[in-house]
């Protein structure tokens, strides 16, 4: 598509086991290998498809996942004297979880620097939600890329099935997705994510608009939160930003 984004807020392969095992609520010392392998390769496809920069280590714990369900799917030999081999999964969900502890820990302290700096998001006053109620509990969230990427895949598979050719030029751009995205947040204070893409007519429009969307998380533009677990993620205009106070 001819754009590539970086973000901060771009987060590292076990950030994505971990989604994944939080939305399908799994168990982590019991993961579904053949599942969890297909989900994560299905997020890679999605994350090269828009172009962002996916590391190398993505790669290695993909190919990690699939040398542990290949090992998953071999018989044990009936025949053998030798003690039962360790669960394969073992050694992930033991990195998985000291990766959990750490980033628990990260955020707890990024907590209380904020607490200790008074430095606040945003308001819970001046937070108005995507159905204009106003709700306290509408305040920035956890976040992360994955649940953005989540939303979007749920967004493409509703559109129109199509056949995809080499595209010659790009019929939409990021930049005027910006734009008609910020106007659409001068209308309305907070819409939902969908709403968004509610005209997009095929895959490459749903795509450029999201990009447009991390576009403005990284220039903080926006503001996003997801008031209910698992449920729709909302989207403000971050008027911290706007502020005259705010420099």
Do not use: C
Not at 39 to 62: I, K, R
Not at 116 to 131: C, L
Not at 138 to 145: C, F, K, R
Not at 158 to 182: G, M, R, S, Y
Request: proline residues 5%; without cysteine; glycine residues 4%.
């Amino acid at each position: 598509m001819g754009y590539k984004i970086r973000l901060d807020m771009f987060e590292g392969p076990l950030d994505l086991l971990l989604h994944l095992i939080k939305e399908e609520e799994l168990n982590i010392y019991d993961i579904p290998i053949a599942r969890i392998t297909e989900q994560y390769l299905e997020y890679l496809n999605l994350m090269e498809l828009l172009d962002l920069e996916v590391a190398g280590e993505f790669l290695v714990v993909a190919a990690t996942l699939m040398q542990i369900k290949s090992k998953m799917l071999l018989p044990p030999d009936p025949q053998s004297q030798e003690a039962p081999e360790p669960d394969p999964r073992a050694e992930l969900v033991r990195r998985l979880l000291e990766y959990k502890t750490y980033k628990e820990a990260a955020g707890q302290l990024r907590g209380f620097e904020a607490e200790r700096s008074r430095v606040f998001v945003r308001p819970a006053a001046e937070w108005t939600g995507a159905n204009g109620d106003g709700d306290a509990s509408a305040m920035l969230g956890e976040v992360s890329l994955f649940d953005l990427i989540s939303a979007l895949a749920k967004v493409i598979g509703n559109l129109p099935k199509e056949v995809f050719h080499q595209v010659i030029k790009d019929e939409f751009t990021v930049a005027e997705k910006i734009h008609e995205i910020l106007h659409l947040l001068v209308e309305r204070p907070a819409l939902r994510f969908s709403h968004f893409f509610k005209k997009a007519r095929n895959k490459i429009e749903a795509i450029t608009t999201f990009l447009a969307i991390l576009e403005l998380v990284r220039l903080k533009e926006i503001l996003i939160q997801q008031p209910d677990r698992f449920g729709e993620i909302e989207i403000a205009r971050n008027v911290t930003e706007l502020s005259p106070n705010n420099g």
